[in-house]
């Protein structure tokens, strides 16, 4: 019985690493590096690739999709938290344009939901 166990253990081991080496997204982004180390649970995730083409989750939308997608999604929290992942060449503005919609729906919605930036630690 004991060598069950050990198979069992040993594959629950082997599961549990190989879970962490997943991407988590499909969209190919070089995120932009930073020290800071900011964990917050994830509500949704917005990102911008470097051909400039925003995605809500893996759906790829332009702003005013970008707007009702996150209104759907974000439907029922007060203070959720949109996780924007952009390549590292994608020009401030369009991180700015994405900002816009959020405090839009923040005033709208008398709701205070928040961006927060994703990065990739210094090497």
Known sequence: MASMSDL?????????????LVAPSAINLLLPSSDSRTMVPQTVNVHISADRQVYLEDIPVDMDALQSGLIDRLEGHTAGTVVLRT?????????????????????????KHRVILATQPRR
Do not use: A
Not at 95 to 104: A, F, P, Q, R, T
């Open 87 to 111: 390549d590292h060449t994608v020009p401030v503005q369009y991180i700015v344009n994405v900002i816009d919609v959020v405090e839009n729906i923040n005033s709208r919605y008398q709701v």
């Open 8 to 20: 069992v253990f040993l594959l629950l081991i082997f599961f549990m690493l190989t879970s962490t």
